[in-house]
């Protein structure tokens, strides 16, 4: 299957841009995120914001994307670590089940790598 | 020295230091302004008339010894644009000259006599009246650098282009910033209008030799300032090389669109194909391939976020700055424009005719709807800068706005509220903003909402981001603490920090308390910023504004709005809980 991968900021550079990257990439049938990483090369430290088909898949310091499958056809936007997306900005839009999750547990308002929510 | 209020009366020509009212005496940038104006100025009054006045104020810790990024400016006013109450902010450098003169509000009222255009110079020996024949119909760039070779000591230049000479509702008002560019703007609701009104082009504010700011507690803002200055420096978004230093404000533009919140051809899409091609990554890159410019660029002195950025041409001239998100957005994305140099050449339009560039490109946008050109014509678009310059018919409604071109040429699809255009965050994705945008007295406003810290918003264990339970509430805390932080003179940027940094939080409040020597904690951050928000919500009903004038616009109740194809379906009376307090409390 083929899916279309951009990549911003600081990883951009894995598939060739300086700041922002697009490409298609052959992946396996519902592979999943990981294996994508993993193929292009990317930790999953050195990420922040995750979208799957404009859905809100990943936060900085969360990493909760790994285990999402991806479909022939499906959009994946990287963004590297450093960026921001304030909460106000933010509120309302579209996000994955399991940053739902995730965000119940560690407090939505959060802006930096760091949970302000112990 | 105790702070003074300085009115400038433009029927006499005259000027006075006045002491300042007990009723003010707390109050410094936007809960100043709209203080001066809600006590002086008839709501009802016409904005273009006698009645109406321009307050202008720092904050409570500008022109204080190196407070962080402290350098913002308030500008007050009853707005042509929407009929309410004003209060529009720009960085540069007036903020602190201002203060460092010991002037805690600048009230500009009244209407030459004999119809001419005056330069008001303010120093420490006072303030001058000069005529400022020789500078109508001049643009921005040419009053800066003129005001810099007449006057000494570098000093700020605040003044209206020829759009707010013509009074029209999407004049803007330009500060420059420390390498004299007149990029800074006080630019949303026509205050620039207000200002030309007034029979003045420019104010000249020199603070050589002023008496600076009084601190009432040293110790105690140099405790302050400390605690800022290590969140603003550790914080991932806010420190060196981080995604605002880096990327400026444009860091939003590929995640907005990501997420498919990005308004697109006049609020018809969420994502726009070339989104990437007008981002802040490609300001960047611009930068490093050209050689020119520079990202990590300071408004004003003492910032230590640095977002802005002077973006050069192909043959490394500068063409403008700064290039920011949202100016991206209305004359790129909305426009379906993907040319980076030209959404720079129309920003440096903008900056020089003294426009608004979000509510300058939402025009463009109504007016390619409405075939007047078609979306994407870049060299079209940047032509009717040419029109709007000359004063031509077609120009003098494209600077009236988006509400009225959208009259003039038959528009449904009116992304406005209370008159003024929205901001680049799609509301029928993004819903959360939505709630701002319809009540906030500003009109759609995305700067009326910012996130706070939710241990002082006590909102931290109740938030569902899912859910619209508890959205108005949270909606008003961001309100009421971006008053507050709007009163400080602090760049709105500080949030992030302040946010996730407990000890930021502090800092900010102890050196407002240093400065003002008032019993200011964390705690009252959101029941001042109420105060403001109560006195700017009655003024607004006094000038006849009701619930009903808090409301998205008809199209986004049945028009979805792709990717997500969703339309705005929250129910009124839940958005009118936002300001339900203001008469029980």
Redesign the interface.
Known sequence: MLVDV?I??KL?HLLGG???A?QEISLPDNAKVKELYSLIGIYPEETS?V?I??V?SDM?GLHVVLEDELHDGDHI?I?S???????????????SRRV?TA??ER????????P??P | MARKILRINMTDLKATYEDIPQKWAKWAGRGLTSSIIADEVDPLCHPLGPNNKLAIAPGWVSGTPAAPSSGRTSFGGKSPLTGGIKEANSGGISSQKIAKLGIAAIILEGQPKDGKWYSIVVNKNGVTFEDASDLAGKGMVEVADRMWQRYPHKPAVIGIGPVGERKLSNAGISVNDPENHPGRYAGRGGLGAVMGARGVKTIVVDDEGGPGVDIADEPLFKQGRQKLTKAIQAHDLTKKNGGLNSYGTNVLMNIINEAGGLPTRNFSSGQFEGAAKISGEMIAEMVDKRKAGMTGHGCHPGCIIKCSNVYPGPDGNIITSPLEYETAMSLGSNCGIDDLDFVAKMTQRCNDLGLDTIEAGNTIAIAMEAGLLPFGDKEGALALFDDIAKGTPLGRILGQGVAATASAFGVYRVPVVKGQSMPAYEPRVIKGIGFTYATTTMGADHTSGYTIAPEIAGVGGKVDPMTAEGKAELSLTFQAATAFIDSTGYCLFIAFPILDIAEGWAGMAETVAGVMGLNVTGADVVPLGKEILKVERLFNERAGFTKEDDRLPEFMLHEPVPPHNTVWDVPNEVVDRVYAWVHEE
Not at chain 1, 81 to 93: D, L
Not at chain 1, 107 to 114: I, P
Request: hydrophobic residues 45%; proline residues 5%.
């Open positions: 951009a911003y900021g951009a300086k700041f922002v697009t914001y979208f088909n404009a809100l900085p936007g963004f670590v450093g960026y921001m997306w304030p909460y106000q900005y933010r509120e309302g839009a579209a996000i739902q965000l119940a407090g939505a308002l959060q802006h930096s790598t760091k302000i929510i």
